[in-house]
């Protein structure tokens, strides 16, 4: 049973700075794309950055390009988002998720790509 469990998340000022983490168990983390996911209150959830198994590959929504950067360490089954130049409308759940199939990255970053989520953590950006 895949198990995904996020932290990290809190309160900063905008223009701050934190750094999320996701702990995956049940599987061999090493073989698999990871990504981030984000939901704002009233909004659809919406992709933030995914990662290939061996960290070879990223790739970026426009909104946080150049701000965030996801990474991973397979030897310690975690995966990682820093977010930096933090904005008000960075404030959302934000969720990790994996796909079901190995050595499967999603060409298509989306919410129908990925098959295990975690419960999410907040962040709240303040003005």
């Known amino acids: 049973q895949v198990q995904l469990v996020e932290s990290g998340g809190g309160l900063v000022q905008a223009g701050g700075s934190l750094r999320l983490s996701c702990v995956a168990s049940?599987?061999?983390?090493?073989?698999?794309?990871m990504g981030w996911f984000r939901q704002a209150p009233g909004k659809e959830r919406e992709f933030v950055a995914q990662?290939?198994?061996?960290?070879?590959?990223?790739y970026y929504a426009d909104s946080v390009k150049g701000r965030f950067t996801i990474s991973r360490e397979n030897a310690k089954n975690t995966l990682y988002l820093q977010m930096n130049s933090l904005k008000p409308e960075d404030t959302a759940v934000y969720y990790c998720?994996?796909?079901?199939?190995?050595?499967?990255?999603?060409?298509?970053?989306?919410?129908?790509?990925?098959?295990?989520w975690g419960q999410g953590t907040q962040v709240s950006v303040s003005s």
């Open positions: 998720a994996t796909p079901r199939g190995r050595f499967y990255y999603p060409s298509t970053p989306a919410r129908r790509s990925y098959d295990y």
């Open positions: 049940g599987r061999t983390f090493g073989d698999y794309a």
């Open positions: 990662i290939s198994w061996l960290a070879d590959n990223t």
